[in-house]
């Protein structure tokens, strides 16, 4: 089942499993609850997703829900009040929600590439006589939303060491959600340029041709720094036996097993990989946390 987490209400906006009848306290909880905190809207999610959360059904025998929260309030609460079992989340919101989660059972997702770093690009159109960041001074600009690793975090710092304000050095800014959606606003002239995941005008490229997004008129004029993909994360009371189950069926998905790269490559996957909470002291760093107990 997807579900979206509005105001400590949990609302159906797909069903894809079957719910056994019964309480839902912890314990005589018949499922399981992944939440994805996406950078997209909750339906392409839930499209791109689909594949995934149908292999670890089957895999683990555990019926399994998607929740899609959609702000950092709502996905913190949903933590809080046990709605969510795992999440799968940017670096960034890990590390802010460490101390909620089992620490000891992270895992890390692997790009196509077969990296666990990724970055944010900064786009414009070919011909628009922007050819680095720096020429985007009293310009229009599109970044990702506020919960972005790579598409506000690593890009605000690109822009401050290009020697922006952004406050006061671009005409305006504001914050998209999906890269289709603002390489849109690039392409037909919305804004000057747009920050975008690294692998987007790479990957999938017929997909980005049949939404009408055309990846040849697009031209990379700055990178942000390499930050870590995304983590997934068990909260810190699921039982130890759901929580290997789901694991351990994550880690065996194999890109050279076909079937298994259908899936991965639906949700824009390599692979997983074990991971420590220790991976994540950098983007603490950055952003000025504190370590969590």
């Known amino acids: 089942m997807i579900k979206r987490l509005c105001s400590g209400m949990v609302m159906s906006v797909f069903l894809v499993c079957c719910l056994v009848v019964g309480t839902c306290a912890y314990g005589a909880k018949k499922y399981v609850t992944i939440a994805l905190f996406p950078c997209t809207d909750p339906v392409t999610a839930f499209k791109r997703f689909r594949p995934l959360l149908t292999y670890l059904e089957q895999e683990t025998g555990l019926d399994i829900e998607l929740v899609v929260p959609t702000d950092p309030v709502e996905f913190e609460t949903g933590l809080k009040n046990g709605d969510i079992d795992f999440a799968f989340q940017n670096a960034r919101t890990y590390a802010q929600l460490a101390g909620l989660y089992d620490k000891g059972a992270l895992l890390r997702a692997v790009t196509r590439k077969g990296t666990t770093t990724q970055s944010g690009a900064v786009i414009v159109k070919k011909g628009s006589g922007i050819n680095k960041v720096a020429d985007l001074r009293g310009k229009l600009v599109l970044f990702g939303p506020k919960h972005s690793t790579t598409r506000w975090v690593a890009a605000k710092l690109l822009f401050e060491e290009s020697g922006f304000n952004i406050d006061k050095d671009l005409k305006a800014y504001s914050h998209g959600r999906s890269c289709e959606g603002m390489a849109f606003s690039v392409q037909f002239g919305g804004v000057d340029a747009a920050v975008v995941c690294d692998h987007f005008l790479q990957e999938h490229s017929e997909r980005q041709k049949q939404l009408g997004v055309k990846p040849e008129v697009f031209v990379v004029i700055g990178r942000t720094k390499l930050v870590p993909t ?64």
């Open 230 to 293: 995304r983590v997934f994360a068990p909260r810190r009371d699921v039982s130890r036996d759901i929580v290997n189950k789901v694991n351990q069926a994550l880690l065996r998905l194999d890109r050279k097993i076909p079937v298994h790269d259908e899936i991965l490559h639906g949700s824009e996957l390599g692979g997983f990989q074990k991971s420590k909470d220790e991976d994540y002291n950098d983007t603490r760093m950055q952003l000025g946390i504190k370590k969590a107990r």
